[in-house]
């Protein structure tokens, strides 16, 4: 990024390889993509997605793949398309202009680093509530618990980017394993839920109206756009002129992985609690895991559900932090101030840490006002930057020509102009 930034050579000092059979690191990427998009929303995913009926929600699932698949490959190439070692921040400078550049910066950070903050409070409030009803202890002064939660967390993210994507990875794991499991334990329970809607089929205005509506729902809930510059630079340094190709790879098993176990979980759910149930879990702002847990009186599914929750916001809160701290380190930058990178660091650090501290413990309920707004600005960075960038920029014509083009285009602007009708409204 500049004279005294680490060069993607100085952090990683290995040279590219040939694309070959499918590495380790591959795999570590592919859950790490996973681990930044499938997190705390995946457990409200169900009640927001299912409150449409059983058709919007087909639909829904069929068009989560591409949704996902394509956006966020267009915005790997994007990057890719930059010079060696340039994340997002100075991709947008390079074709764009300084002013652009400086523009984009700005709002990348405040698309992100809200949702930062909102991870900072959930931890919080998981952890405290756990101790206090699932372990009976009492926890400690909420200023202590969220100092002591939010170091942890930056203190991975100080051993270094790949450390912090390969923890992401190992917290997959679990992740993947508890959403599986609670699935296959609630088929017993499976009554025809959702299915009661089938037979209803709305009028074409209505089913557009609902379908318009819940776009979003899907494509933030399934959106990690924070990472994919890091996964891109990754990309292109270890596999020079193939980054394209093996990216484009870890992209779609990645996405396959994300939509195949999230919607059988939430179709697993929508099937055991009827539309009236759901309602009822969201006008109680409960989660799907915690209203399943009343539901059913069940002490496994009560206690496991914070821990569950615990896992998915902090794989969630890393994936976050890489997207935050690249777009406050390009803010840092573009005053034209030329700190050394070891400062640089540590004064990102200390910043994240120090405001996700004092957000966590003051707990204020505004911050999900703060994320919808974040909203349209990471649908236009995710789905039109990198479409319009085709049509303006050499190094992507390459990419210009084909419908997938059209249909991100096309979900970009539902999901923009759905957010702006909701707040609006």
């Known amino acids: 990024m500049n004279e005294q930034a680490p060069s993607v050579e100085q952090r990683f000092e290995s040279s590219p390889v040939a694309l070959g059979s499918w590495a380790r690191q591959d795999t570590t990427w592919m859950l790490g993509l996973f681990g930044t998009a499938i997190g705390a929303g995946t457990l409200f995913l169900p009640i927001n997605a299912g409150l449409g009926g059983f058709w919007p929600l087909l639909i829904l699932a069929l068009l989560a793949f591409p949704m996902t698949y394509y956006a966020h490959r267009g915005l790997t190439r994007f990057v890719l398309s930059g ?4 994340d997002i921040t100075d991709v947008v400078e390079e074709h ?5 550049g400086a523009c984009i910066t700005l709002l990348y950070f405040l698309a992100i680093f809200p949702i930062l903050l909102i991870y900072s409070v959930a931890l919080t409030n998981t952890v405290g509530s756990f101790m206090e009803h699932q372990l009976h202890i009492a926890p400690p002064p909420r200023i202590v618990l969220s100092f002591v939660l939010i170091l942890g967390l930056l203190a991975i993210v100080r051993c270094g980017e790949q450390a912090t994507v390969k923890v992401m990875s190992l917290l997959v794991y679990p992740f993947i394993v508890a959403l599986a499991l609670l699935a296959v334990f609630l088929i017993p329970h499976w009554n025809g839920g959702i299915l009661a ?7 074409g205005s209505a089913f557009l109206h609902t379908l318009w509506l819940a776009i979003p729902v899907m494509v933030f809930s399934f959106n990690h756009s924070p990472i994919i510059s890091a996964f891109a630079v990754d990309q292109k340094r270890r596999y020079g002129e193939h980054a394209d190709e093996r990216s484009g790879q870890i992209l779609s098993r990645a996405h396959l992985l994300m939509v195949a176990m999230v919607m059988f979980f939430v179709f697993s759910c929508v099937l055991t609690l009827s539309p009236s149930q759901l309602a009822e879990a969201k006008a109680q702002n409960l989660s799907i895991l915690s209203y399943l847990a009343n539901h059913f009186s069940n002490p496994t599914i009560e206690f496991a559900a914070p821990l569950i929750a615990f896992v998915a916001i902090a794989k969630s809160f890393l994936g976050h932090y890489i997207g935050a701290s690249e777009g ?11 700190p050394g990178a070891k400062a640089l660091d540590r004064f990102t650090a200390a910043f994240m840490l120090v405001i996700c501290w004092v957000v966590a413990t003051l707990n204020p309920s505004i911050l999900s006002m703060i994320e919808s707004f974040g909203g349209p600005v990471i649908a236009a960075i995710l789905f039109l930057m990198p479409m319009y960038a085709i049509r303006r920029v050499p190094a992507m014509r390459k990419y210009s020509g084909a419908m997938s083009n059209v249909f991100v285009v096309a979900v970009g602007l539902v999901a923009i102009s759905a957010i702006v009708y909701s707040l609006a409204g």
């Open 197 to 203: 809607t089938a037979t209803e089929l709305p009028s």
């Open 96 to 100: 764009f202009g300084l002013t652009a």
């Open 83 to 86: 010079r060696d070692g340039a």
């Open 328 to 338: 406050l380190k390009g803010l840092v930058l573009k005053t034209g101030k030329r």
